[in-house]
């Protein structure tokens, strides 16, 4: 086959630009495994043989000019400690390899700087497994944690799922893990008290699409908005359909400003049963439906949806990041307990 020169020059361009991600990537680890050695030097000094470290303040202000004088920027005090903080956290790592005392670092070292800032041990190796997995971006990362992501998954399952978070991150097996309550919908700046309608709120989803799947977690792909079914000569609008390339099945969204009423789960239910009839081929699984409103009552959805069911969800959402303390009660029923009682 002939090569024409406007393939060649794509080909060496494609060639060129592998190999430049692949030096960076090279050179952000080093950079990790670098300052991880660095901090290891300090604490060592600190010990001077001592089973307990003590640190000295005036040792990192003194590094901390002479190693700038001689390189440059980069060996703040601030930085050599988090130099040392990072040993200190990281010197038992599960990432340690067999040939090497040094742990095996995948991210950059802003990444490692935000998760130092996690003090639960559990709670910032789910961060890490995620931002590994799902190439979370430092901004994403941070977002992701003054979002609470980790408290509100906690918070919806059993004790042996939540050990598995810390060790294997988000694993979706069946509907009821794809789903969180509350979503977080910060990014989409709507005010807590401004009236808006729905279609208001359905507009500002697709101008964030992409802030909104990364909120919605793994797997989801957009498919359409104003979804329409027509039965019986009458015209029905789904506000939102994405498919689940983990789950292989569609998901529905309708959303509701309001007050969640019985009307609106009937409704739902009745496009999911006309998704599964019509248009999921035999192959893929039953359609998850997701009623996304703004206030919820519990008997509500007791008595109106079937006993057992797991099509059919109701989520709560919040257009403003929440108060992690509020979140992390939640996690705790003695504390609650505890407080309501006080």
Known sequence: MKITSQTLFKNIKSLVEASKQQLLQTINSRIVE??????KLIVEFEQQGKSRAVYAANTLKTLSLKLTKQFGKGFSVDNLENMRKFYITYKKSETVSRKSSTPVFKLSWSHYVLLLRIENKAERKFYEIESINEK???????RQYDSALYERLVHSRNKRK??????????IKSASDAIKDPYILEFLSLEEHESYSENDFESAIITKLED???????GFLFVGRQYRITFDEEHFYIDLVFYHRILRC??????KIGELKHQDIGQMQMYVNYF????KDANENKTIGIILCKNKKESIVKYTLPKGSNQIFTS???????????????MEPEVVYKKISS
């Open 34 to 39: 670098t300052y991880f050695s660095i901090g």
């Open 136 to 142: 979370w971006s430092v901004r994403e990362l941070k």
């Open 162 to 171: 939540v050990k598995e978070l810390s060790t294997k991150g988000h694993i």
């Open 212 to 218: 909104f799947l990364n909120e919605l977690g793994k």
């Open 250 to 255: 569609f998901i529905l969204i309708d959303l």
């Open 276 to 279: 599964d009839a019509e248009v």
């Open 316 to 330: 709560k959402y919040k257009v403003y990041l929440p108060d992690k303390n509020d979140l992390k009660l939640l």
